[in-house]
């Protein structure tokens, strides 16, 4: 008697979120490819001038507080504090994969962020006045880079462990105000430029993405 050969549906689901990471991984480089090459070749200065001096008229005592205490969510500090935690989760929770994806996602946004910098050498803005001291070169934010990369791929590891998926859908959106909110800040404090911030959050998110479709495929291959 021969045994029976199950034949798994060419589109399964986990090839539907591959497709969906690595679709989605594709559109963010292509919105940071495209926001570099418009830096180098156009000179998009004019528009980011414009922005940031009528972010500037909006200054007010208490909304500058309240943008350093958002900003500080990108810091080094906190984004390491936050993925330590996240990280011993994981470990608590036996998700090897998560916790290597994490890592990776980590070590990527900031090798990516330091390659980045020193390659453009953008001047930090200088048509305002700074409210905060930040040092090294202005593209990509830093901040943008860290944040998207790792709060992202925190929400998709999150996303695994979660079966309804009204809470994954309140994760991502919860990820994303946090995005644009820390990317908002960095430019009312006058330290990046908005081709900054919005290059940063591309460029953080496509790796997220690529990673959230490498460790997708290898979750596939392992349980083959």
Known sequence: MKA????RPWFS????RLSLWLGGAALAFLVFFRITRELIEVDVGAADRSIMLAVAKMRAP???S???DVTALGSITLVVLFSAFTLVVLLVLRDRMGALQLLAASAGAGILTLVTKNFLERIRPEEVQPLIVASGFSYPSGHSVSTS???L???IIAGRHVEHSGARAAIFLAVSAVLIMVGAS???LGVHYATDVLSGISLGA???LVLAGAFTLLGHRGSS
């Open 13 to 16: 689901a986990r090839t539907g």
């Open 149 to 151: 990369a790792l709060y």
């Open 186 to 188: 960095r430019v009312y």
């Open 206 to 208: 496509s790796w997220a």
């Open 153 to 155: 791929t925190i929400a």
């Open 4 to 7: 029976k050969v199950i034949r």
């Open 62 to 64: 208490w909304l500058t």
């Open 66 to 68: 309240a943008a350093v």
